[in-house]
């Protein structure tokens, strides 16, 4: 072997070994405080980041900002970041909305990846598409947490509801009420979120397999309300305007929306699935009783905060799952009460899921309505 080979193939050898230490290691569970950070099922993989001394510079890269849950969320995120649990372990907190284009967001998730953070967290604009700034985030040892909506991988620590059992949920809820008041088909009106989400694409694929599983002869016309109460306001008004009465409304968000649109229009009270917004759960105890039977399944704006105790869980060393999974937080017209699950003196547009008692995370109205929506630069 020559000497010139033998320094190739050292060198080689040892970017090879670099690399291989770049980013989290696959190792076996559990994982550190299960209660908190429960993996998503049986199969779910454990990573293990090395240790690094904090306080940890953290960034939040949000895309989309056009609706009260994502207020809710950066506020929440910025609430969190002060609170005396986390607050000393912060050296440095970023906050960003980059809209609903992808190569914005990738952009400047490598920005903060070049800049030295320690952890990007982030709600995906797409489910896929990520390949490149995950492999950086490796290669530079920074804890990459998409929560909310997630990605299709398995490379990187994630947060999340699980999606597709609320849809199913959702549809199974407005199935056994229907067939409550004797129906077996009629006309389903389907509000759909934000296009292109991983969020909306598994709600929706719950909501339809559901309904189709049941054989009865149910007829879907779906508006796309982008989780936003004025946009799925307008929509459910112009279907109403156009197809004339539902049976059931299963709506994915924007849920004020949903009811200020079916009052408008005079249209009865039917079956209606939606989000965890404070206006909409006070409509369902005001209204129940005159045929409002509504469910309330809220994703929490306050996944932020679990998927930023994560990061900083990771950045300490501690064995997380790949896919951490939180609970769904349900309510319906049977367990509605004022001052538990719902407030009468908060504003409509509020989210009332912000409590995540196995992680100590406890964000109160307040707190989380005291900041403000813009970008921490």
């Given at each position: ?91 440095e907190f970023k906050v960003v909305s980059t809209g609903t284009d992808a190569p914005a967001q990738l952009g400047a998730i490598e920005d903060f990846i070049n800049q030295g953070y320690d952890a990007i967290v982030t709600i995906a604009v797409a489910p896929d598409g990520f390949d490149r700034v995950i492999r950086l985030a490796d290669k530079n040892n920074v804890v990459l947490v998409p929560f909310d909506n997630v990605l299709d991988t398995d490379k990187v620590m994630q947060v999340n509801e699980d999606q597709l059992a609320m849809g199913r949920m959702w549809a199974e809820f407005a199935l ?202």
């Open positions: 072997m020559t000497k010139r080979f033998a320094v190739s193939t050292t060198l080689a050898a040892f970017l090879m070994a670099g690399t291989a230490l770049a980013g989290p290691e696959v190792v076996s569970g559990p994982g550190v405080d299960p209660t908190c950070f429960a993996p998503w099922d049986a199969t779910t993989k454990h990573f293990k980041w090395e240790a690094r001394e904090g306080p940890y510079r953290i960034a939040i890269v949000n895309g989309f900002v056009g609706n009260t849950w994502r207020i809710q969320m950066i506020k929440t995120a910025k609430a969190y970041a002060e609170d005396p649990a986390v607050k000393d372990k912060i050296k056994k009420e229907l067939k409550a008041e004797g129906k077996t088909g009629g006309k389903i009106l389907e509000v759909r979120g934000l296009p292109g989400n991983s969020v909306d694409r598994d709600r929706s694929i719950g909501i339809n397999e559901t309904f189709k599983k049941d054989g009865g002869n149910w007829e879907f016309v779906s508006v796309v309300g982008n989780w936003d109460d004025g946009t799925t306001q307008k929509v459910v008004a112009d279907a109403i305007a156009v197809h004339g009465q539902f049976d059931a409304i299963v709506g994915q968000g924007g849920s004020n929306g949903v009811i200020q649109a079916m009052k408008d229009a005079n249209h009865p009270w039917v079956p209606v699935a939606g989000e965890s917004e404070n206006g909409y759960r006070k409509a369902i105890a005001e209204y129940s009783d005159e045929g409002l039977k509504g469910i309330s399944i809220g994703q929490s704006p306050g996944l932020v905060a679990v998927a930023m105790k994560a990061a900083i869980s990771a950045l300490e060393g501690n064995v997380m799952p790949q896919l951490i999974s939180v609970p769904l937080p349900v309510a319906t017209y049977e367990n509605l009460e004022d001052g538990k699950n719902f407030w009468s003196d908060l504003p409509d547009n509020f989210f009332t899921v912000n409590e995540f008692p196995p992680c100590g995370v406890n964000i109160s109205g307040p707190a989380i309505m005291s900041q403000t929506e813009d970008d921490v630069k």
